[in-house]
């Protein structure tokens, strides 16, 4: 008796960017569970019908069922009590996802969630779907195995795109949400690679002695790289980038800062 979970990192947005077993996996889900964001990105939801298109054209002929989660609004940062009204939009979440579990995936079947890039980094997915498995099994209910498949993550195919490497020989790297580089580069750290910047922080940080290598909608059609000299390409990075989110409605970065 068991039931079985894939976590399928899906790479940053190239069709051509999985992995075998990512591919794999697809080929043999029972149940897809997706997860529906309240503003999600019409591009984003394509490129995951494109994925199911080209490795799960028969799916429906072959049963396999799709059922989507509708996530909560997340809370506005204006909450009365911050803190609270995200630990219970997280329980709320927790608990959908339960109960879709319970009643959608029997036993002997196997459900999956695509993950974004790689489901290791900046991803709540991998942290939720642990919660229900232990809940699972302390309820006695049919034991779930996990399976989580790494995935291209978008930090890394930045390095590939502009072909550098991330490290410089012999030192370290930094993977950093851009809220903690409000103050500039941290101290004793050459190389961060910065996500989840909605501020444009690189263009409010001391640029001296600092290159970006700057990347948005990697992997996609529309690709946009800039790198260089800080102080000399922000403002064309800040340009590129309000040009593209006007075009699109949308936008995905992430750069790597390298103090000279
Ligand atoms: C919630 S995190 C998910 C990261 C994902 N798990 C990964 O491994 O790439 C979303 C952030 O990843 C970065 N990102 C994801 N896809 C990207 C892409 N195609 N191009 C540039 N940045 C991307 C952006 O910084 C975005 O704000």
């Known amino acids: 008796m068991s039931r079985h979970l894939d976590l399928i990192g899906i790479g940053p947005g190239n069709p051509d960017w999985l992995t075998l077993a990512a591919v794999d996996a697809i080929e043999h889900l029972d ?55 995200v630990a219970t939009w997280r329980r709320q979440r927790l608990d959908q996802w339960t109960h879709a579990v319970a009643d959608n995936l029997a036993d002997g079947q196997r459900g999956g969630f695509l993950v974004w890039g790689d489901p290791g980094l900046f991803e709540s997915t991998l942290a939720i779907v642990k919660k229900l498995i232990a809940a699972v099994d302390v309820d006695g209910g049919v034991p779930i195995e996990l399976n989580v498949i790494p995935g291209i993550s978008s930090s890394l195919s930045l390095a590939s795109r502009h072909q550098i490497p991330l490290n410089r020989q012999g030192r370290a790297l930094q993977i950093s949400p851009a809220r903690l580089l409000a103050d500039g580069m941290p101290e004793g750290v050459d190389d961060v690679i910065v996500m989840l910047d909605g501020r444009q922080t690189f263009s409010l940080i001391d640029p001296t002695g600092i290159d970006i290598y700057w990347a948005a909608y990697i992997g996609t059609p529309d690709e946009i790289l800039i790198s260089g000299d800080l102080a000399e390409v922000r403002d064309e990075i800040l340009s590129a980038r309000a040009d593209a989110e006007k075009r699109l409605g949308w936008v995905f970065d992430t750069y790597l800062l390298r103090r000279r």
Request: charged share 40%; glycine share 4%; hydrophobic share 40%.
């Open 31 to 85: 149940v897809l569970f997706v997860v529906l964001k309240e503003h999600d990105v019409d591009d984003l939801v394509e490129f995951r019908r494109e994925l199911l298109r080209r490795h799960r054209p028969g799916a429906e002929a072959e049963g396999m069922r799709i059922v989507e989660l509708q996530d909560a609004p997340r809370p506005w940062k204006t909450a009365d009590n911050y803190k609270e009204a």
